[in-house]
């Protein structure tokens, strides 16, 4: 089922709150429609010690590389979010890289919001799972390498 973005007061549920803990950030596989079915939309959502939330695609602005590849975390020892295989770091606010080779690029921002404890996407365009679950307690799931 496609869920169009135009309705500015969609939210899309990702997680619950506390599953990114302060400090951290956890990575999302969706999807997107590509005119032909669906392609994959990664996304990460971190959140920053005073408990703020941000969301960005997972794609450096300098070769498109998921930000956590390599060591398969998201920040660098000064606690700063930073691509993991050329070394490019982001301000997490607002996702402007202040060095490495994509310096004064941006990560692409998604509008997140935190709605009755979930933090929760907006202002994009998702593909849902139109499959109906067996009640076998068996579901799919991807993790991203690294």
């Known amino acids: 089922m496609s869920v169009s973005a135009e309705s500015p007061r969609e ?22 429609p590509d005119g032909e079915g669906q392609k994959p939309f990664r ?4 959140r920053n010690a005073r408990g703020d939330h941000f969301a960005y695609r997972n794609a ?16 660098d020892e000064t606690g700063a979010l930073r691509c993991g295989r050329h070394g490019s770091r982001f301000d997490l606010e607002n996702g402007t890289c ?7 690029a941006h990560l692409q921002k998604i509008g997140v919001a935190v709605v009755t404890g979930d933090v929760c996407i907006h202002g994009v365009t998702l593909v849902e799972d139109d499959r109906a679950w067996d009640d076998d307690d068996t579901m799919d799931i991807t993790v991203p390498p690294g």
């Open 11 to 32: 939210y899309f549920a990702i997680c619950e709150v506390e599953e990114i803990p302060r400090g951290g950030a956890r990575a999302f596989d969706l999807a997107e």
């Open 43 to 46: 996304i990460v959502i971190a």
């Open 60 to 75: 450096c602005p300098h070769q498109g590389v998921w930000l956590n590849v390599g060591s398969g975390t998201f920040f």
């Open 98 to 104: 202040v060095s490495g080779p994509c310096e004064g």
